[in-house]
């Protein structure tokens, strides 16, 4: 399987909202409701930030929020603010219990 | 929330075996409702799907890992392992043990270990 395509990076204000999108195919993305996305800060561990699409897990802000169309799923930040600066992954469920990560999306708060 | 911790050597010499354990603390790997995994990090590169071991021992192995790759369960010790043979300075990262869902927030990794560096290198 290939990895789901991101963009190297993405931008914003504090207070702006951000849309980082994640392409996949119809054996991933297209065909699962089982993306989720990771928050990575250098030298710390992955934090699940949205599973199933849009779900956020206890603990994580409202201002994180998910959603997909057709092949591609997005992860939107809104109210952005300084530490949401980091690398995000997503993940998809790809059918016989294969996982595939996106390449990641550098976030930088300007 | 259980805690996640890897462990096994920093160093690895090219075309031997890179053996890793993940010690599951306050938790048990015999919970049906979880899956059990191993990602990877190479420098400056994104995250890679190693494989994952269920309770049952099924196991999933990424395709491009998959000849090399051997996922293995102790619950007695509550660890899990990684054992990766015929090393090559490609096979440098930080890797990560992690819980996914297998019942709930499914295919999801919600518990993820610090990470730890090995290198590849004569």
């Known amino acids: 399987q290939s990895a789901l395509t991101q963009p190297a990076s993405v931008s914003g204000s504090p207070g702006q909202s951000i849309t980082i999108s994640c392409t996949g195919t119809?054996?991933?993305?297209?065909?699962?409701?089982?993306v989720s996305w990771y928050q990575h800060h250098p030298g710390k561990a992955p934090k699940l930030m949205i599973y199933?699409?849009?779900e956020r897990p206890s603990g994580v802000s409202y201002r994180f929020s998910g959603s997909k169309s057709g092949h591609t799923a997005s992860l939107t930040i809104s109210g952005l603010q300084a530490e949401d600066e980091a690398h995000y992954y997503c993940?998809?469920?790809?059918?016989?219990?294969?996982?595939?990560f996106g390449g990641g999306t550098k976030l930088t708060v300007l | 929330q259980p805690q996640l911790q890897e462990s096994g050597p920093g160093l690895v010499k090219p075309s031997e075996t890179l053996s890793l354990t993940c010690t599951v603390a306050?938790?048990?790997?015999?919970?049906?409702?979880?899956?059990w995994g191993w990602i990877r990090q190479p420098p400056g590169k994104g995250l890679e799907f190693i494989g994952n071991?269920?309770?049952?021992?099924?196991?999933y192995y990424n395709p491009s890992l998959k000849s090399r790759v051997t996922i293995a369960l102790d619950t007695s010790k509550n660890q899990f392992s990684l054992k990766l043979n015929s090393v090559t300075a490609a096979d440098t990262a930080v890797y990560y043990c992690?819980?996914?869902?297998?019942?709930?927030?499914?295919?999801?990794?919600?518990?993820w270990g610090q990470g730890t560096t090995v290198t590849v290198s004569s």
């Open positions: 992690a819980r996914g869902g297998a019942s709930q927030m499914l295919y999801a990794m919600d518990v």
């Open positions: 306050g938790g048990s790997l015999t919970n049906g409702y979880y899956y």
């Open positions: 071991i269920y309770f049952s021992g099924n196991t």
């Open positions: 119809s054996s991933d993305v297209g065909s699962f409701n089982l």
């Open positions: 199933e699409v849009s």
């Open positions: 993940c998809s469920y790809a059918g016989s219990s294969a996982v595939v």
